[in-house]
């Protein structure tokens, strides 16, 4: 995965030269691969993500992947304060360094997945991050459920993963993940990031996507935080056997009632004027949400408690 953070993400980077050259800071350490480190190396693109990611005077902002700092300096400069999270403990006495310069910086070091990230305080407003492919679907829906103080995220991804976040429906790209970030965020901006902006280079593509929370009566298909968790499981149950109709590849998992689990699925199909053979890529976030309802997957009792996703 290229980006500029490190521990569970990509490795940093100095905007250019050999890594860890200029400003006399120390050479930085080599991409590790288990880590998915390749240092961002081009100045240009540096400063174009940070002017996307928008960071405000009155954010708190969490950053996965600080490395040796090269987006934590920036985001210093703009934001309340940054919770920065590393694993990769060849960082630490830099961050720790840099810590002692800037008291808006909180650096914890460690797996920000394997933390409870709803405990930091002040919360974060906003998620930057360069996210490795596999934190980066767990990271994302962590934070939209967990943290609903965030309401924007920065992220580079491979560009397939951000294909897949705001894919259609009905193309190839469009998942279980499309749905579920689409029913809780609305894209805002993607900006293409090519393999030689990193050192070393990587074999696929990367975007910086930018994407926001829907605020209240923004969106139709709003559902609160019970009701997101359990539309979760029933649109991974469905997208985990896509080419399987909706009527074959949910009757197992809908909960027990007098009428068939089939003859609901169709009812709930042919009540949004779709095909009692339609496939799970064939609903959009909104008809996704209204199906759930219709199944008795989403209830009353869920919407009640918690606010909006």
């Known amino acids: 995965m290229s980006g500029f953070g490190g521990g569970a993400t990509a490795g940093g980077g100095n905007g250019g030269g050999a890594p860890g050259a200029g400003r006399g800071r120390p050479p930085r350490p080599r991409p590790l691969h288990r880590y998915g480190q390749n240092h961002l190396v081009d100045a240009n693109i540096l400063r174009a993500i940070v002017a996307q990611a928008d960071v405000h005077a009155d954010d708190v902002v969490l950053e996965v992947g600080a490395a040796d700092g090269l987006l934590t300096r920036p985001l210093l400069e703009r934001a309340l304060l940054v919770h920065a999270f590393e694993i990769d403990q060849r960082f630490v006495p830099g961050l720790e360094a840099l810590a002692t310069r800037h008291t808006n910086l909180c650096v914890h070091f460690g797996d920000a997945l394997k933390v409870d990230l ?51 429906p009905s193309t190839k790209a469009y998942a279980a993940v499309s749905v579920l970030t689409q029913v809780a965020c609305r894209l805002q901006d993607s900006r293409m990031v090519p393999p030689s902006a990193f050192r070393p280079r990587p074999r696929v593509d990367s975007c910086f996507i930018t994407f926001r929370r829907w605020e209240a009566g923004e969106c139709d298909a709003a559902v609160t935080a019970a009701e997101y968790r359990a539309l979760d499981r029933l649109v991974r149950r469905a997208f985990g056997q896509r080419r399987k109709v909706l009527t074959n590849s949910l009757g197992g998992f809908l909960p027990s009632t007098p009428v068939p689990a089939r003859e609901r699925v169709c009812a709930a199909l042919e009540a949004l004027g779709l095909s009692v053979a339609a496939r799970p890529e064939e609903l959009s976030p909104a008809q996704w949400v209204e199906f759930a309802r219709r199944l008795g997957v989403l209830r009353r009792d869920q919407a009640e408690h918690g606010g909006e996703v």
């Open 118 to 168: 709803s405990q930091l305080r002040p919360p974060p407003t906003a998620l930057v991050a360069n996210l490795a492919y596999n934190i980066a679907i767990p990271l994302i829906m962590t934070s939209i459920v967990k943290l609903p103080s965030v309401r924007r995220w920065s992220v580079m991804v491979q560009k397939e993963l951000g294909d897949r976040l705001f894919a259609a």
